[in-house]
């Protein structure tokens, strides 16, 4: 089973930029990648997919044009970028395998693994 590993969270005020880092055990990394969210009371929400071939990515529309997933295979990492953070971006964010037809958001779709996740809190 593979292993994620994430980093980069932190608390930042509104407006501020995060990095997310997620290690994986795999080599190479696998096919879909992605990052969900979570917090307490709140149903699970996936936020960006990226596809190892071309490079496709996804987002959801809450975080289109702020965040940015990107995948280095030489190092095994798959990473979120995070500028303009909001207060509702306040979360749990988890880095996970999946399986879907290019990897694309679908509803009540399953993440396969994850990782404990890094803690994101974004002040306003």
């Known amino acids: 089973q593979v292993q994620l590993a994430e980093s980069g969270g932190g608390s930042v005020q509104a407006g501020g930029s995060l990095r997310l880092s997620c290690e994986s055990s795999?080599?190479?990394?696998?096919?879909?990648m992605g990052w969900f969210r979570q917090v307490p009371g709140k149903e699970r929400e996936g936020v960006a997919h990226?596809?190892?071939?071309?490079?496709?990515?996804y987002y959801a529309d809450s975080v289109k044009g702020r965040f940015t997933i990107s995948r280095d295979s030489a190092n095994d990492t798959v990473y979120l970028q995070m500028n303009d953070l909001q207060p509702e971006d306040t979360g749990m964010y988890h880095c996970?395998?999946?399986?879907?037809?290019?990897?694309?958001?679908?509803?009540?779709?399953?993440?396969?693994?994850w990782g404990q996740g890094t803690q994101v809190t974004v002040l306003s």
């Open positions: 996970a395998t999946f399986l879907t037809p290019l990897c694309v958001f679908l509803p009540n779709m399953r993440y396969i693994n």
């Open positions: 795999d080599t190479p990394l696998r096919d879909c």
């Open positions: 990226i596809y190892s071939r071309g490079g496709r990515t």
